[in-house]
Structures are given as structure tokens and as C-alpha cells.
């Protein structure tokens, strides 16, 4: 059975309409791929799943049970974890107050997870948030999330405005952290070939609606469809 399931969603933001019909569905430990241009819908589909949008139409289900009456909060506490686009750090705060705040009631001692996935982190551990690095901050911003023992992450855009070699360490460390805890993943990305390259499966979104699913590899060999959709060719 899915761990996710979302059928024909609609969702915006109150008279804005942004997602037509939306029709999903990730099993558990698999890791989706989300593509699509500026502005055709995926950060509004992730805020959708975790209740922050509008839904006007439609279902999304997490282990069987439907969400539609539950809030941000709850879906967190049933196991989905959301690191939005924007890095929501607290910058004053040490990044290991940072990953403290993240723990969800679990012991103190749990930071160490978070420390062993990111040793960058460990390093910085008492260094403020707004002292870190962008991909630093990426780091924290994901692995406060992990602390939350998610069964299913939804990132959005965690390589942008990153350096490629910073890009190459974070995607290793998400296929690390994938392939040891089983978690789910589903990945909003611009940078399509890391994406395609983490993902088993893809989806592409155009104008609030789903144009194209397939699986990543053969997706990665389709510059047509890359260059149609996502105005990329793939190979870069
Ligand atoms: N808070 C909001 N209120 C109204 N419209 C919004 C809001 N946030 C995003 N939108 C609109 O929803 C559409 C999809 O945005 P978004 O989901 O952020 O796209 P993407 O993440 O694919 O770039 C855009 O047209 C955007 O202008
Ligand atoms: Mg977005």
C-alpha cells in the first residue's frame, strides 16, 4: 500500500486556484522527483500535503488515513517532514539549539543522528545559524527535520543558490540518509540531473497539473521532454 496517496487535488491559496487535479502516490522508503518551471505549482503541492494550502477538491491520504481534516502539526506528528525553500533556521539560536528544537520530545542525546548524517554540523554545533554557510544552513534545516524520525520528506529545492561541490555533498548525504533510515523523499529540484539522478521516479508539473510521470533514468535519457517541460536538456 502507498504510504502517500493524493487523488484529484485542488488546492491555492483561498480564490487563487494553483493545482488542478493532482494524482499521486509514494511508497514507502521511494523517492519522487518533482519537476516542473517557476511557477507551476510544486512548492504550493508540498504545502498542500502538509495542510498549508487550500484544498478545495480532492483527497491525501498517509498510511491509509485521510489528512483532510488535519493541521501542519499533526501531519508532522504522523510522519511527514517539510523542509520549505526557505531554510526556516532560527539564526540566533546555536545549531545544536537548532537540532534540539527539532527532536520532538526525543532525548537530547538524538543530536547525534543529526551530527553522524552531517559532520559539517558537528563542527559548527555552537556557531550561531546566521554564521553558516547557505549549504550549512541546508543541512540544519534538513537534518532538525530527520530529528522528527519522519517516514516521509518532502524538500523543496534544497540545492538552490548552492555551489556545485556543496550540491554534490548534500545529494550524497540525502541518498545516504534514504538508503540507512527507509525514509520517503520527494524532492522538489531545478538542478533536474541530480534530481533525476536520487529519484527513482519523476513527476513533471506544468500549470498546476501533472504533464509527464516516468521513471528517472529513462527520463534523464529524454532531452525532448526535459527541454519541453523544464527547459533544460538534462545532461547538466
Ligand atoms: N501565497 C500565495 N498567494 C497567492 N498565490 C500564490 C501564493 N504563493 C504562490 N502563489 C502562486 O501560485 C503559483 C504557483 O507557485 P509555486 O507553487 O510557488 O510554484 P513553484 O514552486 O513551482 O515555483 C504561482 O503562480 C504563484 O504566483
Ligand atoms: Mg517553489
Do not use: W
Not at 19 to 46: F, M, Q, S, W, Y
Not at 55 to 72: A, C, E, I
Not at 104 to 133: D, I, T, W
Not at 184 to 212: N, T, W, Y
Amino acid at each position: 500500500m502507498a504510504l502517500l496517496h493524493v487523488t484529484d487535488l485542488h488546492a491555492g491559496y483561498g480564490p487563487v486556484q494553483v493545482l488542478h487535479g493532482i494524482e499521486l502516490a509514494v511508497d514507502p522508503g521511494a523517492r519522487l522527483a518533482l519537476i516542473g518551471r517557476n511557477g507551476v505549482g510544486k512548492t504550493t503541492l508540498l504545502k498542500a500535503l502538509m495542510g498549508l494550502a487550500d484544498v478545495s477538491r480532492g483527497t491525501v491520504s498517509f498510511d491509509g488515513r485521510s489528512l483532510d481534516r488535519t493541521g501542519p502539526g499533526q501531519r508532522a506528528h504522523a510522519g511527514l517532514g517539510y523542509v520549505p525553500q526557505t531554510r526556516d533556521i532560527f539564526p540566533s539560536l546555536s545549531v545544536e539549539e537548532n537540532l534540539i528544537a527539532g527532536l520532538k520530545g526525543r532525548s537530547v542525546r538524538c543530536v547525534q543522528e543529526a551530527y553522524e548524517l552531517f559532520p559539517r554540523l558537528a563542527e559548527r554545533s555552537r556557531n550561531a545559524g546566521h554564521q553558516l554557510s547557505g549549504g550549512e544552513q541546508q543541512m540544519l534545516s534538513v537534518a532538525r527535520t530527520l530529528l522528527g524520525q519522519p517516514r516521509l520528506l518532502l524538500l523543496d529545492e534544497p540545492l538552490e543558490g548552492l555551489a556545485p561541490i556543496i550540491c554534490q555533498e548534500l545529494m550524497g548525504a540525502f541518498t545516504r540518509l534514504a538508503e540507512s533510515t527507509g525514509v520517503a523523499v520527494v524532492l522538489v529540484e531545478q538542478k533536474v540531473e541530480a534530481a533525476l539522478r536520487f529519484a527513482e521516479h519523476a513527476i513533471v508539473l506544468e500549470h498546476g497539473a501533472v504533464v509527464h510521470r516516468e521513471d528517472s533514468h529513462s527520463l534523464s535519457q529524454r532531452p525532448d521532454v526535459l527541454e519541453r517541460y523544464v527547459g533544460v536538456s538534462g545532461a547538466h
